[in-house]
């Protein structure tokens, strides 16, 4: 399985932006893909994920200004990021699990594939 995270970019703080992450190699209904970001000199934290073809969840941090969306004809999760802060600069990534519990769902380790991460600078 491969995933290949896209859309980061340097933004103005207020405006948006939309990632997106293609999965491939496997029949992507199997998988729940997930956002993570890390901040410079911090941990990476979960954003939120599309669980199975069901519906999104999200952390805290992404109530309310972000949506999590899948495509499945075109294997692809997306994270729209609307009214963004300079405290979202990070960089994104993207992970897949076939396994994942609902309640596991923010860990790092549930997931067996990555994507390469894309970075989001938002400027005050």
């Known amino acids: 399985v491969q995933l290949q995270a896209s859309g980061g970019g340097l933004v103005q703080a207020g405006g948006s932006l939309r990632l997106s992450c293609v999965v491939s190699?496997?029949?992507?209904?199997?998988?729940?893909v997930a956002w993570f970001r890390q901040a410079p000199e911090k941990e990476r934290d979960f954003v939120g994920a599309?669980?199975?073809?069901?519906?999104?969840v999200y952390a805290e941090s992404a109530k309310g200004r972000f949506t999590i969306s899948r495509d499945n004809a075109k294997s692809t999760v997306y994270l729209q990021m609307n009214s963004l802060r300079p405290e979202d600069t990070a960089v994104y990534y993207c992970?897949?699990?076939?396994?994942?519990?609902?309640?596991?769902?923010?860990?790092?380790?549930?997931?067996?594939?990555w994507g390469q991460g894309t970075l989001v600078t938002v400027s005050s």
């Open positions: 992970a897949a699990s076939s396994s994942v519990i609902r309640s596991n769902l923010p860990s790092q380790s549930a997931y067996a594939h």
């Open positions: 599309f669980f199975r073809t069901s519906y999104p």
């Open positions: 190699g496997r029949p992507f209904s199997s998988y729940t």
